[in-house]
């Protein structure tokens, strides 16, 4: 199965960050692709809100050509609007 996985992560590591990771290898493991698109809060920190609105032009096509069959998403309700369009 082709796998969307998405992720927040926070400035200082946590354990969702690790429980992201093991997920991610577990469904490799498992013999599933995997995408990973992964953002940090430094890069929240330094942008205007607005411009997180919108995911780079080349992750989108990379995204939409991967054509995953479901997503899974950890921490992200600032990327949820332009991933769920």
Same mark, same amino acid.
Request: glycine fraction near 6%.
């Given at each position: 199965?082709? $796998?969307?996985? &998405? %992720? !927040?992560?926070? @400035?200082?590591?946590? +354990?969702?960050? @690790? &429980?992201?990771? @093991?997920?991610?290898? /577990?469904?490799?493991?498992? +013999?599933? @692709? *995997?995408? *990973?698109? %992964?953002?940090? !809060?430094?890069?929240?920190?330094?942008? !205007?809100? /607005?411009? /997180?609105?919108? $995911?780079?032009? +080349?992750?989108?096509?990379?995204?939409?050509?991967?054509?995953?069959?479901?997503? +899974?998403?950890?921490?992200?309700?600032?990327?949820? $609007?332009? /991933?769920?369009?």
């Amino acid at each position: 199965m082709k $796998i969307l996985s &998405v %992720h !927040n992560s926070y @400035q200082n590591p946590g +354990g969702e960050d @690790q &429980v992201f990771a @093991q997920e991610t290898d /577990l469904l490799r493991s498992h +013999g599933h @692709q *995997v995408l *990973v698109y %992964h953002v940090s !809060n430094d890069e929240v920190s330094r942008k !205007n809100p /607005l411009v /997180l609105l919108a $995911i780079p032009s +080349g992750t989108s096509k990379s995204m939409l050509s991967f054509a995953p069959s479901c997503a +899974g998403r950890h921490r992200t309700s600032f990327t949820s $609007i332009t /991933l769920f369009r």
